[in-house]
């Protein structure tokens, strides 16, 4: 058994490079896993320093100053964090605790109207299926209420946890942007001189994250700002909120839409019946995804390396369940690292002796 493992080894991380970036992937997982929460706003500033690079390129290309350019992009980042802590974020919370007050009352309705199914269609639903069904509903409704008093307990934390955000992060952001060069050198520093395999997937993933992190921005408010839009226009309640799950939910492809699809007919069909204007938010709702979908995605990651889905949706389970929220925004570059990293190591060294060609054949 040793001897076969010692095998694979000599096969497999025989280049010197083939080692060291083994090492540096265990030396990063284990700090990741270990340290996450420690390091969260480290790397929060470097996900929004990657947004705003793509900023300061866009001027730069306009012959506009170096320094200028990065003065500019960090102004729009503080302008844009202002407005979300002035404008946004009180809206959203507003609806949040309205719709945390009307939930009971939205359960009983979906009561009354579950309990109506078995007379309109006696062949099709049976009282047994609606009682199961209720009972499911009230235990939900249980649910919401511990939810919410646990969620009200540990508030103070969170807070605490906000306001180290807002105060770091700006910080590091403004720094990462300023020093990028110098930052950039002195990790550089620490790796050999000469490092094809490393320049080639640094190289590689540099892009692909870039592009990743750039255009997922951008979709999560083309599409929850879009969203928005049609939900106000038709009236609908609780628009900022719904918009700003519909702009969240991209961040999960396939499963966050289905996810956020359900509070969306749901609170639609509360408000409206199967009348008209539950048709038409459908209708726009459906469009705006649709768009985004073979329209926006398309544009905005038309650089980006193919993935299978069962690969994007494997890889946010993984990730997702490792590191939570982080886990799931990351998991495509993630992904698409490792797919980088097979196919750029170095090819195995074969150890075996071949057999002499024989004679006359």
Known sequence: ?????????????????????????????????????????????????????????????????????????????????VASLVFVIPSVLRQLRTLFDEAPDMLAQMREILNELPEKYPGYVSEDLIRGWTEMLQGEAGNIGQWILSASISQLPLLVTIVVYLILVPILVFFFLKDKDELLSWVVSFLPSERPLLNRIGLEMNVQMANYVRGKFLEVIIAGGATYLVFVVFGLDYAALLGLLVGLSVIVPYVGIAVVTVPVVFIAYLQFGLGATFVWILFWYTLVQGLDGFVLVPVLFSEAVNLHPVAIIAAILVFGSLWGLWGVFFAIPLATLIKAIIHAWPPAVDGSRSLPDTPGV
């Open 1 to 81: 058994m040793l001897n076969v493992f010692r095998g694979w080894v000599d096969r497999y991380f025989s280049d010197e490079e083939a080692l060291l970036l083994a090492i540096l992937l265990g030396v990063g997982l284990v700090i990741i896993v270990t340290m996450g929460a420690i390091i969260a706003p480290l790397l929060t500033g470097i996900v929004f320093a990657f947004v705003l690079q793509g900023v300061i390129k866009f001027l730069t290309r306009r012959h506009v100053a170096g320094w200028l350019a990065v003065t500019l992009a960090y102004l729009l980042f503080l302008g844009v964090m």
